[in-house]
């Protein structure tokens, strides 16, 4: 069976190669989670040898936590783009707050001539980014990080840089200052729920609830707005937001069929498999099997029977999946 864009095995994988991290975020555990639990991740070899494993995607992202963190990052990088030599784009995202560090270590990835993109998660304007993100100055430290990488990206052709803004129930509403205080237009994401084993940690209530949706709504319509509506660049971004505006006025209703385990894998700083961030239905480790058995595992079956009936975690529309769901579901999509 051919699943995406014509290819047997997943073209976009979701490797998260740490879950330290220096921010404190209202919205995500993760940072508690590295604190709560006295584990080892993957060392540089081990990476390595997953990523010699996998087939070869179209891109593949390092996340985290906060990625930068890792001494190793350079190497990991350069290991991708040995195992790959057709990757389409290498993807990081980083919280800003390193910033000599993050300018330094792209600017030396940048020697390799491959596309890399990186991205900065700033989620509100000034102290409001501040207090979401737990970390007093960080907004300064991150818009900082921004405008460096900024700069990178005019003088080289294979990088480009932007923000990351996740919507939650602390800045609904928000966006729109964000945009107009900054001339930054960002791409997005809403917060949700994770599945125990991401997100345990959290305790406060970070989910858009229903009195905010025309908050939100009201954003994504003034974040259309932005979008020149000629610019075949922003055609995936425009859809996203309408479904995403879609997923909001009916949230207990998948809007597009999930392309996880399809066209994606996620993969945990441990060598675990997943069919994506928010479920936590293991696959099997990576360290110990190759990939040939797991992707056509009883497992990653049953998973995709599950996603295949909207049964798998909940239903949503996760940014970390929204570009290949929705290459995927063309059909749909136009409808």
Same mark, same amino acid.
């Given at each position: 069976?051919? /699943?995406?864009?014509? !290819?047997?095995?997943?073209?976009?994988?979701?490797?998260?190669?740490?879950?330290?991290? #220096?921010s404190k975020c209202l919205s995500c555990g993760i940072w508690k989670f590295h604190l709560q639990h006295d584990r080892e991740?993957?060392? !540089?070899?081990?990476?390595?040898?997953?990523?010699?494993?996998?087939? @070869?995607?179209?891109?593949?992202?390092?996340?985290?936590? @906060?990625?930068? %963190?890792?001494?190793?990052?350079?190497?990991?990088? @350069? &290991?991708?783009? =040995?195992?790959?030599?057709?990757?389409?784009?290498?993807?990081?995202?980083? #919280?800003?707050?390193?910033?000599?560090?993050?300018?330094?270590?792209?600017? +030396?990835?940048?020697?390799?001539?491959?596309?890399?993109?990186?991205?900065?998660?700033?989620?509100?304007? +000034?102290?409001? =980014? $501040?207090?979401?993100?737990?970390?007093?100055?960080?907004?300064?430290?991150?818009?900082?990080?921004?405008?460096?990488?900024?700069?990178?990206?005019?003088?080289?052709?294979?990088?480009?840089?932007?923000?990351?803004?996740?919507?939650?129930?602390?800045?609904?509403g928000k966006l729109q200052s964000f945009i107009e205080e900054t001339g930054i237009v960002p791409d997005i994401s809403l917060?949700?729920?994770?599945? *125990?084993?991401?997100?345990?940690?959290?305790?406060? $209530?970070?989910?858009?609830?229903?009195?905010?949706?025309?908050?939100?709504?009201?954003?994504? =319509?003034?974040? %259309? &707005?932005? !979008?020149?509506?000629?610019?075949?660049?922003?055609?995936?971004?425009?859809?996203?937001?309408?479904?995403?505006?879609?997923?909001?006025?009916? *949230?207990?209703?998948?809007?597009?069929?999930? &392309?996880?385990?399809?066209?994606?894998?996620?993969? +945990? *700083?441990?060598?675990?498999?997943?069919?994506?961030?928010? /479920?936590?239905?293991?696959?099997?480790?990576?360290? +110990? !099997? =190759?990939?040939?058995?797991?992707?056509? &595992?009883?497992?990653?079956?049953?998973?995709?029977? %599950?996603?295949?009936? @909207?049964?798998?975690?909940?239903?949503?529309?996760?940014?970390?999946?929204?570009?290949?769901?929705?290459?995927?579901?063309?059909?749909?999509?136009?409808?």
């Open positions: 069976m051919m /699943w995406g864009l014509g !290819y047997s095995y997943p073209y976009y994988v979701n490797f998260n190669i740490t879950n330290q991290c #220096n991740e993957l060392s !540089y070899v081990q990476v390595q040898n997953i990523l010699m494993k996998l087939p @070869e995607p179209l891109w593949l992202t390092l996340g985290g936590g @906060e990625v930068y %963190l890792r001494e190793d990052l350079i190497e990991i990088a @350069e &290991s991708a783009w =040995n195992c790959y030599p057709h990757l389409y784009g290498l993807g990081i995202s980083t #919280n800003g707050l390193l910033t000599d560090r993050i300018v330094n270590v792209t600017k +030396d990835m940048l020697k390799r001539k491959r596309n890399l993109r990186v991205s900065v998660s700033i989620d509100g304007y +000034d102290k409001l =980014n $501040d207090e979401i993100r737990g970390v007093s100055g960080s907004y300064t430290k991150s818009l900082n990080a921004y405008y460096q990488l900024k700069q990178l990206e005019k003088d080289h052709k294979y990088f480009s840089t932007g923000v990351n803004y996740t919507i939650s129930s602390f800045n609904a917060t949700h729920k994770g599945d *125990p084993a991401f997100n345990n940690s959290v305790e406060v $209530d970070y989910l858009v609830d229903n009195s905010q949706n025309e908050l939100v709504l009201d954003d994504l =319509n003034y974040l %259309l &707005s932005q !979008y020149e509506i000629t610019d075949p660049r922003t055609v995936i971004k425009r859809i996203f937001i309408k479904k995403m505006k879609q997923h909001l006025k009916n *949230p207990s209703k998948m809007v597009l069929p999930c &392309s996880a385990l399809c066209a994606s894998i996620f993969i +945990d *700083p441990f060598g675990i498999a997943f069919p994506c961030t928010i /479920w936590s239905q293991p696959l099997g480790s990576l360290l +110990d !099997y =190759n990939f040939e058995e797991l992707w056509k &595992s009883d497992q990653a079956k049953y998973a995709r029977e %599950l996603i295949k009936k @909207e049964k798998c975690s909940l239903p949503c529309f996760s940014g970390c999946e929204s570009t290949h769901t929705i290459l995927q579901a063309m059909p749909w999509v136009l409808r």
